[in-house]
Nanobody, 130 residues
Framework: QVHLVESGGDSVQSGGSLRLSCVVSGFTVNTYCMAWFRQAPGKAHEGVGAVDKWGVPTYQRFAEGRFNISQDDQKNTLYLQMNSLTPEDTATYYC????????????????????????WGQGTLVTISS
C-alpha cells in the first residue's frame, strides 16, 4: 500500500526558512518522478519542483534559487528546503509521485498538470507572515 506523509509545515516570518519532508512507503523514491505542489486558498494546484528517478531536479521560476529538492534513498524520503520565504509562499504543500519519467512540462515557465501524478500526500500547511 502506498503512503506519502508530509511534515514540516509551520508559521514563520517573511525571510525565514522551512524544510518539508515527505516519507514514502509502498515504492522507492528513486524509481518514480517525485514532485512538490502547493495550493493557496482559493487557487489551483501549482507545481513547485520535481526530481526524476535519476535525481535531476527541476523547479518552477518562483522556486529557482530559493527552494531545493533532495531525496534520501535510504530513508525513502523527499525533502523541500525553502529559503527567503515571502507571504506569497503561503499555501498547503503536497508531495506527489508518478511512475516513470517526470512529465516534460515539469520545467520552469510551463504549466505543471498535477493530474499527471498518481499518488498524493495529505499536505502540510505553510504560513508566512509579513
Amino acid at each position: 500500500q502506498v503512503h506519502l506523509v508530509e511534515s514540516g509545515g509551520d508559521s514563520v516570518q517573511s525571510g525565514g526558512s522551512l524544510r518539508l519532508s515527505c516519507v514514502v512507503s509502498g515504492f522507492t523514491v528513486n524509481t518514480y518522478c517525485m514532485a512538490w505542489f502547493r495550493q493557496a486558498p482559493g487557487k489551483a494546484h501549482e507545481g513547485v519542483g520535481a526530481v526524476d528517478k535519476w535525481g535531476v531536479p527541476t523547479y518552477q521560476r518562483f522556486a529557482e534559487g530559493r527552494f531545493n529538492i533532495s531525496q534520501d534513498d535510504q530513508k525513502n524520503t523527499l525533502y523541500l528546503q525553502m529559503n527567503s520565504l515571502t507571504p506569497e509562499d503561503t499555501a498547503t504543500y503536497y508531495c506527489a509521485a508518478g511512475p516513470g519519467e517526470c512529465p516534460a512540462a515539469y520545467n520552469a515557465g510551463f504549466y505543471w498538470d498535477h493530474t499527471l501524478m498518481t499518488y498524493w500526500g495529505q499536505g502540510t500547511l505553510v504560513t508566512i507572515s509579513s
